[in-house]
Nanobody, 124 residues
């Protein structure tokens, strides 16, 4: 059974940066696509970024494209999300998730294991 634990969230001013990490334990996640989602208060959880098994293919929500970068280190069984030029509207709980397969997907139903989330707050 895979467990995912996010870290790196916090409070940052607009224009600042944060790097989220997602450490997997229990089993390797190197054979699966991975993704980041977020949920702001009163809103539904939304796709942020996804990465294929090898890391060769990535996908981003339009709202974060050019500002966020998803990456993975399969040797460390860890997923990352580098967030630059943060905006107040990026404020949310951020979740990492393991996909059912190896291809990048935006559909939350295709993710089978979720972390507990880490809070990111961007002040104006």
């Amino acid at each position: 059974q895979v467990q995912l634990v996010e870290s790196g969230g916090g409070l940052v001013q607009a224009g600042g940066s944060l790097r989220l990490s997602c450490a997997a334990s229990g089993r390797t996640v190197s054979n699966y696509a991975m993704g980041w989602f977020r949920q702001a208060p009163g809103k539904e959880r939304e796709f942020v970024a996804g990465i294929s098994r090898s890391g060769g293919n990535t996908d981003y929500a339009d709202s974060v494209r050019g500002r966020f970068t998803i990456s993975r280190d399969n040797a460390k069984n860890t997923l990352y999300l580098q967030m630059n030029s943060l905006k107040p509207e990026d404020t949310a709980v951020y979740y990492c998730a393991k996909a059912r397969g190896l291809i990048v997907t935006r559909r939350s139903s295709e993710y089978t294991v979720w972390g507990q989330g880490t809070q990111v707050t961007v002040s104006s």
